[in-house]
């Protein structure tokens, strides 16, 4: 995808996002969130997407500067995703991976280099989905909460019983996810991605396969936490459950 896309990036609205935490106590006491998510699903499915984008929570990372865009991209020998601020004008062979929605349109918040992404991404493109599910945002007015991600990944997927872990650094301005046993984070997880799947392989039939996230502290080495501008704590993580596991490229 050529860079203008990135170079036309909104990163007021990127950094404007609520942090992690802000955003799950501001969805627990928005009553429309849950009646959302159902007619979401009911959209996704419509469109035959429910094995390539689901709902995600609205949340930044870190503040951007001029020019930088957030990019994720896989590390295979080391065998984890990086998602890290790019300068927009150094980008090659990416695609839109998360989007926000307001004005009735979906506007790009994050990048990413997988080959599935690319592949979702321009499906979405030639569709009418983008302009739809903006319409339903806007409908339940939950515009600053409610966006669309893809699902997705050819590379690092999931087996059952494994989850992603997303630890975020804010030192080097990064965020990494590699994947875990999904028992050692069962607790305190913050739901930020909502994935509907007739039946993927290795899962019952369900039309509730529900992606997580969450925030689980981590200390520094020496034992110590240090605040960063998401508001997220440092080498804190997301922890992402597939619950069932993820579809690959076909």
């Not at 790019?86 to 918040?109: G, K, Q």
């Not at 799947?197 to 080495?221: D, F, H, L």
């Not at 998401?230 to 076909?250: A, E, F, I, K, Q």
Request: charged share 20%; with cysteine; proline share 5%.
């Amino acid at each position: 995808m050529s860079n203008q896309t990135a170079l036309r990036f909104n990163r007021g609205l990127y950094n404007n996002l609520r942090t992690v935490e802000q955003a799950d106590k501001v969805r627990k006491s928005t009553s429309s969130f849950d009646i959302f998510l159902k007619k979401a699903a009911e959209l996704i499915r419509e469109a035959g997407l429910e094995l390539d984008v689901g709902v995600f929570l609205l949340h930044h990372h870190f503040v951007l500067e001029p020019q930088e865009v957030m990019l994720e991209s896989s590390n295979l020998v080391e065998n984890k995703i990086v998602t890290t601020p790019h300068r927009a004008d150094e980008l090659r062979h990416f695609s839109p991976c998360r989007w926000a929605c307001r004005d009735c349109i979906c506007e790009p918040i994050e990048f990413s280099t997988d080959p599935c992404v690319s592949e979702v991404s321009k499906q979405l493109e030639l569709s009418n989905f983008f302009e739809e599910y903006a319409n339903l945002v806007s409908q339940f007015r939950l515009n600053n909460l409610a966006g669309l991600t893809v699902v997705r990944r050819k590379n690092l997927p999931a087996n059952t019983g494994q989850i992603y872990v997303e630890r975020s650094y804010s030192r080097d301005r990064s965020s990494v996810v590699t994947i875990e046993n999904e028992r050692s984070f069962a607790d305190d997880l913050i739901e930020t991605t909502w994935t509907y799947s007739r039946i993927i392989a290795g899962c019952q039939k369900t039309y509730n396969c529900v992606t997580q996230y969450g925030c689980v502290p981590a200390p520094e080495p020496g034992g110590l936490h240090a605040p960063v501008p998401s508001g997220h704590t440092d080498m804190g993580s997301h922890v992402y459950v597939p619950l069932c596991r993820p579809h690959g490229c076909v």
